[in-house]
């Protein structure tokens, strides 16, 4: 098993790693290929790039790293898988909806209190809304939104100026907001 020091305190795995990271990072790459038929091949292919690049620290006994950056990382492979997929993105839609099937959403991605569960026609809606949003708008959301991260991580991940992280994430939050309200983003 790969161990790996981190803050010279606690021994760290790959397996532990990528275990309490891998939910998040599924979830951003769903997010940012939807519609996409080859999403579990890009799935797999950050985390063999991400695995090759931790045995390569591993072997320069480079064990200095720390968990966040490990998870900007991982998060930055995924973005550049998703640069590279978005060429093959296949859409489905149909009349303003998607008409594959979906699973259910664990998350509301509108509400910051304890409102009610989305229901699988809402988090429908909310996926096929959210695909409308350019993919340079779309990432600062997911990523700061929905999965929660700090806005340095985001930036490092996305490899982008504050201003431009800040810019993209406001033009992002109203693209998403004028598509939910039933109308077309502007092309910029």
Do not use: C
């Given at each position: 098993?790969?161990?790996?020091?981190?803050?010279?305190?606690?021994?760290?795995?790959?397996?532990?790693?990528?275990k309490d990271n891998e939910v998040k990072v599924c979830r951003f790459?769903?997010?940012?290929?939807?519609?996409?038929?080859?999403?579990?091949?890009?799935?797999?292919?950050?985390?063999?790039?991400?695995?090759?690049?931790?045995?390569?620290?591993?072997?320069?006994?480079?064990?200095?790293?720390?968990?966040?950056?490990?998870?900007?990382?991982?998060?930055?492979?995924?973005?550049?898988?998703?640069?590279?997929?978005?060429?093959r993105v296949d859409y489905t839609w149909s009349f303003g909806r998607?008409?594959?099937?979906?699973?259910?959403?664990?998350?509301?991605?509108?509400?910051?209190?304890?409102?009610?569960?989305?229901?699988?026609?809402?988090?429908?809606?909310?996926?096929?809304?959210?695909?409308?949003?350019?993919?340079?708008?779309?990432?600062?959301?997911?990523?700061?939104?929905?999965?929660?991260?700090?806005?340095?991580?985001?930036?490092?991940?996305?490899?982008?100026?504050?201003?431009?992280?800040?810019?993209?994430?406001?033009?992002?939050?109203?693209?998403?907001?004028?598509?939910?309200?039933?109308?077309?983003?502007?092309?910029?």
């Open positions: 098993m790969t161990d790996m020091i981190l803050n010279s305190e606690s021994p760290i795995s790959l397996r532990e790693f990528v790459l769903q997010f940012m290929l939807i519609g996409f038929a080859g999403l579990e091949e890009v799935t797999l292919e950050v985390f063999r790039n991400f695995g090759r690049a931790f045995q390569k620290q591993e072997l320069k006994k480079n064990s200095e790293w720390e968990k966040a950056g490990l998870r900007i990382e991982l998060f930055a492979m995924a973005w550049q898988a998703v640069i590279r997929a978005q060429g998607d008409t594959r099937p979906l699973k259910q959403l664990d998350i509301d991605l509108l509400s910051e209190g304890a409102i009610q569960r989305p229901t699988r026609r809402d988090s429908e809606m909310y996926l096929s809304r959210l695909a409308r949003v350019d993919i340079d708008f779309r990432a600062p959301i997911v990523l700061r939104d929905i999965l929660l991260l700090d806005d340095e991580e985001v930036i490092r991940i996305l490899g982008i100026r504050w201003g431009v992280y800040r810019h993209r994430l406001h033009r992002g939050r109203l693209a998403f907001r004028e598509s939910l309200k039933g109308k077309q983003s502007r092309e910029v």
